[in-house]
């Protein structure tokens, strides 16, 4: 079968955040897709197989990191749409039955590809004892992400801080499910995006993710409500470096961006 390595959240290769994609006719046992994601070893591996025709999803789809399955990635989904788009496995939207619902992904005519996501609830919780030694800045106020995300949302003073971030990323494993997310406003809106982020999840085994559009479905709304805006762009901080463009639809945030293949080969396990 063959397998693909796509750059997500990005229009270069080596940027953005890498997602494995297999497309398959059926879904294995758990077991073997686990171990495909741990010899791909980045932070997602994505497993899509095409569904009957007149149902309500055209694809099922799997996201598992080198450690586990996760019930909703943003940048894996962005890369499957990609591969099915660019190798005619697809053509137009595409709906993806997931953990998380039904997800859509439409491609535009700028080369961009567009995923419908649910919204994260936000709900603001007291600081809890210790992150901000194990983050390493003292965030402003923190906030519950809801299930489906599973992280603690963090602002943070400004942007310088958070690109200065060098958290204890075994520390931070104690505040959520899957991480933590820290952010803050941009310095300078001229730069192209409105607000800027860094996702670590040590207790899915990525120590910091590249570009995460699942945690983007709670910047969203985070920064819609402070910057009195539906759409804007975030800059994810990570070495790799990749923005996401958000729309707040109410329940619904539509996160936006390119995809690049950098790698096809055949998997013969």
């Given amino acids: 079968m063959r397998i693909r390595i796509v750059d997500a959240f990005t229009d270069r290769p080596f940027a953005g955040n890498p997602a494995g994609v297999l497309l398959l006719d059926s879904f294995p046992d758990d077991d073997w897709l686990q171990k495909v994601a741990l010899e791909v070893n980045h932070a997602e591996t994505a497993f899509a197989h095409r569904l009957p025709e007149g149902g309500e999803a055209d694809w099922a789809l799997r996201w598992f990191t080198p450690a586990t399955e996760v019930a909703m990635c943003g940048h894996a989904t962005l890369a499957t749409a990609h591969v099915l788009h660019t190798t005619g496995a697809h053509a137009g939207t595409v709906r993806f039955a997931t953990r998380s619902g039904v997800?859509?992904?439409?491609?535009?005519?700028?080369?961009?590809?567009?995923?419908?996501?649910?919204?994260?609830?936000?709900?603001?919780?007291?600081?809890?004892d210790g992150v901000a030694e194990a983050l390493g800045a003292e965030p402003r106020a923190a906030f519950d992400t809801g299930p489906n995300v599973g992280d603690l949302l963090l602002e943070l003073a400004d942007e310088k801080t958070v690109h200065a971030l060098k958290p204890d990323h075994?520390?931070?494993?104690?505040?959520?499910?899957?991480?933590?997310?820290?952010?803050a406003r941009a310095e300078d809106p001229a730069r192209g995006y409105d607000f800027v982020s860094r996702c670590f999840f040590?207790?899915?085994?990525?120590d910091e993710d590249p570009v995460t559009g699942s945690a983007h479905t709670a910047l969203a709304p985070f920064w819609s409500?402070?910057?009195?805006?539906?759409?804007?762009?975030?800059?994810?901080?990570?070495?790799?470096?990749?923005?996401?463009r958000t729309d707040l639809r109410g329940d619904r945030t539509l996160l936006s961006g390119r995809a690049v293949t950098v790698i096809e080969g055949e998997l013969f396990a």
């Fill in 170 to 183: 075994q520390a931070l494993a104690a505040y959520s499910a899957r991480g933590i997310i820290a952010t």
């Fill in 225 to 244: 409500e402070r910057l009195g805006r539906p759409g804007l762009t975030g800059l994810q901080a990570s070495p790799r470096s990749g923005s996401v």
């Fill in 202 to 206: 040590p207790n899915v085994g990525i």
């Fill in 103 to 128: 997800l859509i992904a439409t491609p535009r005519e700028d080369g961009s590809i567009t995923l419908d996501f649910p919204t994260a609830p936000l709900t603001q919780v007291e600081l809890p």
